[in-house]
T-cell receptor
Framework: SQKIEQNSEALNIQEGKTATLTCNYT??????LQWYRQDPGRGPVFLLL???NEKEKRKERLKVTFDTTLKQSLFHITASQPADSATYLC???????????WGLGTSLAVNP | EAGVAQSPRYKIIEKRQSVAFWCNPI?????LYWYQQILGQGPKLLIQ????????DSQLPKDRFSAERLKGVDSTLKIQPAKLEDSAVYLC?????????????FGPGTRLLVL
């Protein structure tokens, strides 16, 4: 069956460290993958897009990797700050119409 | 640039009642999405409009849910009658076009509680 899995446990890290979130998928051949951030009581906010032919994308303190052999994307936040605390969602663009299929999200808490 | 607007922000109803949600996308955005997000889960697409036409409603429970976007701008989503399992946040999102990989811009959502 088709599945998207993100870290099921909440991630707690110390300020200044690098946070690494995982998105694994099975039985999909995504054309691209997006990462979004969601704060409590708000809608998701787009962070980064990476396409199937790209290995890595960076934006400021954020880095995303995409390994279509391992069927995995890693999302890194370097020099993490308490303001980075939120839920992070990965979404695959797959199928004929490339519609987004969403993971459950990983909760990140950055402690001062 | 104004973002995606949704109303109401919160709604509490009893099961078997009906409810309607409203969404106004970013000006000029042709594509509009309605998602259902149950607590602790990712968004689930209910329906996608391009202008005033339906692109995908494969996961919309059509026996109780309906949606329209008559003039290709704002949209309403209705549930009639509501069930307990409809308790969720209903998110509206929009994109400028319909190209794959476009950033989706989300509204704040409507939190529905069915008692």
């Amino acid at each position: 069956s088709q599945k998207i899995e993100q870290n099921s446990e909440a991630l707690n890290i110390q300020e200044g460290k690098t946070a690494t979130l995982t998105c694994n998928y099975t039985n999909y051949s995504p054309a691209y993958l997006q990462w979004y951030r969601q704060d409590p009581g708000r809608g998701p906010v787009f962070l980064l897009l990476i396409r199937e032919n790209e290995k890595e994308k960076r934006k400021e303190r954020l880095k995303v990797t995409f390994d279509t052999t391992l069927k995995q994307s890693l999302f890194h936040i370097t020099a993490s700050q308490p303001a980075d605390s939120a839920t992070y969602l990965c979404a695959l663009g797959a199928g004929n119409n490339r519609k987004l299929i969403w993971g459950l999200g990983t909760s990140l808490a950055v402690n001062p | 640039e104004a973002g995606v607007a949704q109303s109401p922000r919160y709604k509490i109803i009893e099961k078997r009642q009906s409810v309607a949600f409203w969404c106004n996308p970013i000006s000029g955005h042709a594509t509009l999405y309605w998602y259902q997000q149950i607590l602790g889960q990712g968004p689930k697409l209910l329906i996608q409009f391009q202008n005033n036409g339906v692109v995908d409603d494969s996961q919309l429970p059509k026996d109780r849910f309906s949606a329209e976007r008559l003039k290709g701008v704002d949209s309403t989503l209705k549930i009639q009658p509501a069930k307990l399992e409809d308790s969720a946040v209903y998110l509206c999102a929009s994109t400028p076009g319909a190209r794959a990989g476009e950033t989706q811009y989300f509204g704040p959502g409507t939190r529905l509680l069915v008692l």
